[in-house]
């Protein structure tokens, strides 16, 4: 079946299985690999996208229940404020190791900064305990969060 998606700005038409997972529709159809596939369910958040601006896990999000709504991926993040502060603080605080896991997590910090611009230490522990790094990379990632939270 044919569906029309919104992702990044784009209207995008896909012909897939209504029960494919926007992760594979993102990667296999729509050639956008920043997304990455690590658990295929919904346990470790390297599949982390927005949809309508929350951090969705796409491995488990299927193509027909997307609508209308607006897809933003790792891609695109740095067009927003709360992504352009994040990927800035990643940066300066030379967040990533081997890599795997960070667009996940760049894109839950910046739901979560975009939501609640001064976030609490527990604030960034419940928004961020579904992203896992096997590199260790936590600490670096909460004092990047806190970084752009002050502004980068
Ligand atoms: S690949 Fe989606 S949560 Fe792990
Ligand atoms: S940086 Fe290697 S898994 Fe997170």
Not at 19 to 30: I, S, Y
Not at 41 to 47: F, H
Not at 63 to 70: A, F, H, V
Not at 82 to 94: F, M, P, T
Request: net charge negative; hydrophobic share 40%; proline share 2%.
């Amino acid at each position: 079946m044919v569906f029309v998606i919104q992702v990044n700005g784009t209207v995008q038409s896909v012909d897939v299985d209504d029960d494919t997972p926007l992760l594979w529709v993102l990667r296999d159809v729509l050639g956008m690999t920043g997304t990455k596939f690590g658990c295929g369910m919904a346990l470790c958040g390297a599949c982390t996208v927005h949809i309508d601006g929350v951090a969705s896990r796409s491995c488990v999000t299927t193509i027909d229940s997307i609508g209308r709504s607006q897809i933003t991926t790792i891609e695109a993040i740095g067009a927003t404020a709360s992504g352009a502060k994040i990927q800035k603080a990643w940066l300066d605080r030379e967040v990533v190791q081997c890599g795997y896991c960070q667009s996940g997590q760049i894109m839950s910090a910046s739901a979560l900064l975009a939501s609640n611009p001064h976030p609490t230490d527990s604030d960034i522990d419940e928004a961020m305990s579904g992203n896992i790094c096997r590199c260790g990379t936590y600490i670096r990632i909460r004092e990047a969060i806190k970084q752009a939270a002050r502004g980068g």
